[in-house]
């Protein structure tokens, strides 16, 4: 995980309401409304949820590779290699196309903490 992209994705969704930082795939991942947005992946990879239509469309991309787990593609799910994001307006792009997705997705409800007898 680089905490150069961290840094660059926090200042990037500074004036979002509703973004939250959660540890989850070995990085920092970023949520919108409880929903996965983006994440700073371990590997240096630049982690993002998007729309069927622009998963497709980034995967033209050089650089850019779904994201596989447990040995299946995850659709919506997708890595960026870092050179994908190095240039700042590139960066810009990757996650203004995350929110406008994930901006869609209803909020998720807060998961309470089972009430124990005690």
């Not at 309401?17 to 371990?42: Q, V, Y």
Request: include cysteine; charged fraction near 25%.
């Amino acid at each position: 995980m680089t905490a150069d992209l961290a840094q660059r994705i926090r200042a990037l969704l500074a004036d979002i309401p509703d973004i939250a930082e959660i540890r989850m795939f070995g990085g920092l991942c970023f949520t919108l409304n409880g929903n996965m947005l983006c994440a700073d992946s371990h590997t240096g990879q630049l982690l993002l949820r998007l729309s069927p239509a622009d998963h497709k469309e980034a995967l033209r991309h050089p650089g850019v590779s779904p994201m596989i787990m447990r040995g299946k593609e995850m659709a919506g799910y997708l890595y960026v290699a870092p050179s994908g994001f190095e240039h700042e307006p590139d960066l810009e792009r990757w996650i203004r196309m995350a929110l406008a997705h994930v901006s869609t997705l209803p909020p998720k409800k807060r998961k309470s903490k089972p009430v124990t007898a005690g």
